[in-house]
């Protein structure tokens, strides 16, 4: 029910935005959690219903995650790219009142030097 996408190719220093739509379901909290290849899955960013956002060391400042609740979709701007952010990027949705947690499939962002 997670759908992902907007991820390709940038040169270092470049910005992509990731999307994530939702479909059916209401959405209490939206996330990004990103993993590179041979590395655990790191926490990117999270946003509550209430705005409040939180994100990981690596990307503060370079990062925003966003929502539009109209459209079910939040969104991931990320500027200053780097090598290092290259991995699969997942969104993920947790449902209001079930707190029932969505993943979406993965988006690759490759960052070359």
């Known amino acids: 029910q997670l759908q992902a996408s907007g991820g390709g190719l940038v040169q270092a220093g470049g910005s992509l935005r990731l999307s994530c739509g939702a479909s059916?379901?209401?959405?209490?909290?939206w996330g990004w959690y990103r993993q590179a290849p041979g590395q655990q899955r790191e926490l990117v960013a999270t946003?509550?219903?209430?705005?409040?956002?939180n994100y990981g060391n690596s990307v503060k400042g370079r990062f925003t995650i966003s929502r539009d609740e109209a459209k079910r979709t939040a969104y991931l701007q990320m500027s200053s790219l780097k090598p290092e952010d290259t991995a699969v990027y997942y969104c993920y949705a947790q449902q209001i009142i079930t707190m029932k947690l969505y993943w979406g499939q993965g988006t690759l962002v490759t960052v070359s030097s």
């Open positions: 059916g379901i209401s959405i209490y909290e």
């Open positions: 946003q509550l219903s209430d705005g409040t956002t």
